[in-house]
């Protein structure tokens, strides 16, 4: 597949995939989004309502008990019921007790009809509004009764001149003698009204008030839900469900009535299919909108990007002469490609410096190697001048020769093969002769190897470093060095002196710079050597350890991984 059609590919895919995956998620989720949304709001709403009216019997029972007996207008009413007094006095009693309770009701603006029923006489007395015709509230839908008040409602006022809808509330007084007297108050409903049509669906739900015998006291449905009717027992003590083509919310109070909303299923699958479609607009302008997106990216995109590909490509192709390229119009893409050609120059100028330099060094090692002293030279010299010694008897002259003779044939004679433990162990004890001879002083070291690790491989010339190393840091003629080479899960070496030890910073500069072992005497073999062979050699797998104290000694650690095969050299 070309670029140019992976590029237009991705850039369909792009625009396909968004709409496609939207569609999907929109079409499985859409039952359990709308179905959320529904609960949500419809539960909200409903326990509003249920608020509202727990707040408004509330008050009914609040004002209910200042016009009974145990209030102030109570005992007034009495006194004008068995007052005996003439028609004067009677009527100033009569005005008082009147303008005291218009006083109530004109303190609560939420307190509509106001009036005293006795029941023996079925009468009304001392009301705040005329009384519509043959009022008994035996005939008012009666929605709870607690505490010896009964509340009433949803109904239309009793009110002569208001058709609204109210909530209402009947107290007995209680007076001392009588007990058919009985205080009747009216709440305006228009609160309550406007937020039971405060729904999300436009007025295609309708709602129940069911009082705690299952009777339907308030209703805006027709059919199984009038008013009047019995609630069905089948979706009693559910909170929401389906009935005969409607689903239903219930929100139930403490007083054990309860508010429904009920909704059609043809209104909320209208309701659904609704929001389908504003999903699918919204997919369908989504969709036309990448679409547009893809088209501007294919034309602002492609043609930069295949000329980067060409200039990749010839990149990795080795050509350093390529045509100059046309500039795509796009100030950004230009400024890349032009330092893109910048870069491109100056690798070709590192690579063809690089390569020169390498030509220049392998020269000169050809060089070097021309100018070497073969070493069988220098050793086959250096058997002749111990048969000399031997023949003007130098024996002393004779023990250096030998010493220095092995030191060398054991450094240049095995390049590039494995060594023991064996050979490192010897090759150290020849170092230590020379050194004896050469500073004429006597130091003691001790040396212990067990049988089972001196056919070991390890790397050459790991020892004498360390043993040296000991040397050089304040060995004085009482001094010890402690060799011992044991083995058990790896091969343990220790080198272990008494001498004027190391700080930390020696430490650390003792093995990481070069220069230092550079500079040393004797076999010019440094810790920082051993270091790097055993980095190269067990590729991380041994451990170099140096622990030293300040004129109390220093303790070198060597941990070799046992291996049967030979180490690798490079």
């Known amino acids: 597949m070309t670029f140019k059609k992976r590029v237009f590919l991705i850039f369909l895919l792009s625009s396909s995939i968004p709409f496609i995956t939207i569609f999907i998620i929109s079409y499985y989720t859409i039952d359990s989004i709308f179905n959320n949304k529904i609960e949500s709001g419809i ?104 505490y010896g008040i009964s509340y009433f409602g949803p ?17 007995r007084v209680e007076l001392p003698d009588r007990e058919d007297v009985y205080v009747y108050i ?14 999300q669906f436009g007025g295609a739900v309708s709602h129940l008030i069911v009082d705690g015998n299952g009777r339907i006291a308030y209703s805006e449905a027709s059919g199984v839900f009038a008013k ?16 005969q083509g409607f689903r239903w919310y219930k929100q139930t109070s403490n007083q054990d009535w309860s508010v429904f909303s009920i909704i059609s299923d043809s209104d909320y699958n209208q309701e659904k299919n609704r929001w389908m479609l504003l999903i699918l607009l919204a997919c369908a302008f989504f969709l036309c909108t990448t679409t547009l997106l893809a088209w501007i990216l294919w ?40 330092q893109f050609a910048d870069m491109k120059k100056q690798v070709w100028s590192l690579f063809n410096e690089v390569k020169q330099k390498e030509k220049n060094r392998a020269d000169m090692e050809v ?38 003779n092995k030191l060398l044939y054991y450094n240049l004679g095995k390049l590039g093969q494995a060594s023991t433990i064996a050979e490192e162990i010897d090759a150290l004890k020849q170092y230590l002769i020379l050194q004896q001879i050469r500073y004429d002083f006597q130091f003691d070291v001790r040396i212990e190897v ?35 080479v044991k083995l058990e899960r790896d091969i343990i070496i220790s080198i272990q002196d008494n001498g004027s030890g190391m700080s930390e910073e020696a430490i650390h500069e003792l093995l990481n710079n070069r220069t230092v072992e550079q500079n040393k005497v004797g076999m010019g073999i440094g810790m920082n050597y051993v270091k790097r062979m055993l980095e190269a050699r067990y590729e991380g797998g041994a451990r170099l350890e140096i622990k030293s104290q300040v004129d109390l000694g220093t303790k070198v650690m060597l941990i070799l991984p046992i291996s049967k095969e030979e180490p690798k050299y490079d």
């Open 450 to 484: 067990e049988d089972d690790v001196l056919k070991m491989p390890v790397p050459r010339f790991i020892l004498q470093p360390v043993v040296e190393n000991s040397l050089y840091h304040g060995l004085s003629d009482d001094g010890f060095i402690q060799v011992q």
């Open 186 to 199: 009216e709440s305006e409903f228009d609160l309550t009204r406007s937020i039971l049509n405060n729904d």
């Open 43 to 146: 539960q909200s709403n409903l326990k509003q309502v249920e608020l509202s009216f727990g707040n408004t019997f509330s008050n009914l029972n609040h004002i209910s008990q200042q016009l009974a007996y145990s209030g102030t207008i109570g005992k007034q009413l009495d006194e004008v019921l068995h007052s005996s007094g003439d028609s004067f006095t009677n009527m100033k009693l009569r005005d008082e007790l009147k303008s005291e309770l218009n006083l109530i009701t004109f303190m609560n603006p939420s307190i509509g009809l106001a009036l005293y029923y006795f029941e023996k006489d079925d009468t009304t007395q001392f009301e705040n509004f005329k009384v519509k015709d043959h009022f008994s509230p035996g005939k008012l839908p009666l929605l709870a009764k607690y």
């Open 155 to 171: 109904h239309v006022s009793v009110n002569k001149f208001s058709d609204q809808y109210v909530l209402s509330a009947l107290r």
């Open 299 to 338: 034309k602002m995109v492609y043609k930069p990007l295949s000329i980067f590909q060409t200039e990749m490509r010839g990149m990795s192709q080795n050509r350093q002469k390529m045509p100059d390229h046309k500039p795509t119009q796009i100030p950004e893409f230009d400024s890349l490609l032009h």
């Open 367 to 404: 060089e070097k190697l021309l100018y070497q002293i073969n070493p069988h030279f220098l050793m086959n010299t250096l058997d002749t001048v111990h048969w000399l010694a031997v023949m003007n008897g130098q024996n002393e002259i004779d023990r250096l020769v030998q010493s220095l």
């Open 228 to 243: 009047g009717a019995a609630f069905p027992d089948s979706i009693r003590g559910k909170d929401m469900g389906t009935y």
